[in-house]
Each structure stands twice: as C-alpha cells, then as structure tokens.
C-alpha cells in the first residue's frame, strides 16, 4: 500500500481516501506519552436534560483508541454541511485486539439533513463494508452545526441501537459553534439510561423521564485514548 493514496473499491463503487500521511499506516499500539487519554472539559451545556459527570470508567468497558485526526477529518468532511446549517453524520468501524478497540474507519454514508436531524439512507452500503472489513460498530459521530454540545432525544435513542450492540458504543457530538464544548464524546449510563431508552416508545423530539435514582441518562466516555500513530480510512459514500 506504500504511495497509494487512493483506492478503488469495483464491489461497493468507492474510494478509500487517508487523510494524511503520518496515519496512513497501522502501528502496534504504543505504550508511551505519544497517547493520550480524553478528559472530561469542565464545561457542561445547560441545555441538557440530562446532568452530565466524569465517572470511573467500569471494569468490563474495554478502552477505544482513537485516531487524533478523527474528529478533524470529520469536521472538514461535514464542512460544506456545517455552513448550509445541516447535520452530518458518520460510523465508526473498529476491530478488537487484545482486549482493546482501535477505530480504524470513518464511513460518511449518504444522508438527509435539516439543521437539528440527520438520517441516513441506503444502509446496506455501511453494513457492506462493515462486514468487508470485519469492523465492530463503536459508534457514529455529528455535527451539531448551530447548536450547543449535548445529546438530543433522538441522538440518545440512536445512541441506544448502538450500545445494545457494543457496550462500549461512542456516541461523539461535533458542535463547532459552542464557544464552551466544542466536541463530547458520551454513552448512555448502564443500567439507568439503557433501561429508559428501552422501555421509551417515543418518537421526535420529547423530554425522557428521570432516572430512580438521579442519576444521568448519558455521560462522557473516560476510556477513551487518543493514539496519533493509529491509521485511519475515510470512506465518503455521498
């Protein structure tokens, strides 16, 4: 693969493109300072429903590695999107080694947006390549293109189809306007927000009951490694 920077795929009609070269290539996972863990930013949105706090991650959760482009590349993909005021969204496919999730893939599938939705269409085309690639789905990402960081209602119920699948399922929240959160990785809570989300019959926008026990429906992820040696494929299907 050394000097490709681009690849046709004839089965699915795409193009596999690396962001750059200093992560176009798969390393072994580094045990150094070059990885670094994500933090939880003080800031918190107020416009949640749900109170937010930095947890200890727990025992069965296995740590995500994460390229540290990710999000960037993202970012500039949904640019074009994020100026029209629409959502964009993306899956994000990992293998599993050693006890540990590495997100090697970005798919952008072809999408419907408004400012505040983001859906998806021709699904088979994600699950394709899932399967091509023998990738887990760790979770998606989206822009919040003119609103603050935060997990809406239908966010937490799409957030649920995931980490039914996967546990460890990221749901990652882009929100390049918000002056006080730019980004937050989360999940929902387990048991309590897993339990709501799955007896919630609702649809569109609507507010979700409070926990027993006051706990918050979602929170941020901590076992989360940023890891800048991590190789990282963008598949743009639109």
């Avoid at 046709?8 to 070059?34: A, C, M, N, W």
């Avoid at 080694?97 to 599938?109: E, R």
């Avoid at 023998?134 to 935060?150: A, K, N, R, V």
């Amino acid at each position: 693969m050394a000097g490709e920077i681009c690849c046709k795929i004839d089965v699915r009609s795409v193009t596999k493109y690396f962001p750059s070269p200093g992560i176009s290539f798969l390393q072994p996972p580094p045990h150094g300072p070059e990885t670094s863990r994500f933090s939880v930013p003080n800031a918190v949105d107020d416009q949640s429903n749900s109170s937010i706090n930095e947890q200890a991650v727990p025992k069965h959760l296995k740590d995500i590695h994460m390229s540290g482009c990710l999000m960037e590349d993202f970012l500039s993909a949904a640019s074009e999107n994020t100026k029209k005021n629409l959502e964009t969204c993306g899956v994000l496919g990992a293998f599993l080694k050693d006890g540990t999730f590495y997100v090697t893939t970005l798919i952008i599938p072809k999408q419907e947006a408004t400012s505040n939705s983001c859906q998806v269409v021709n699904e088979e085309e994600i699950y394709a390549i899932q399967n091509e690639e023998s990738l887990f789905p760790i979770g998606w990402i989206h822009t919040h293109p003119s609103q603050s960081c935060f997990m809406s209602s239908i966010d937490l119920h799409t957030q649920y189809t995931y980490q039914v699948m996967v546990p460890e399922a990221v749901g990652i929240v882009m929100a390049p306007t918000d002056e006080s959160r730019k980004y937050g990785i989360f999940r929902l809570s387990d048991p309590d927000g897993m339990r709501i989300l799955r007896e919630c019959r609702e649809t569109g926008f609507h507010p979700h009951k409070e926990t027993s026990n006051g706990s918050p429906i979602y929170e941020d992820c901590t076992n989360i490694v940023f890891n800048p040696n991590l190789r990282l494929e963008i598949f743009d299907l639109r």
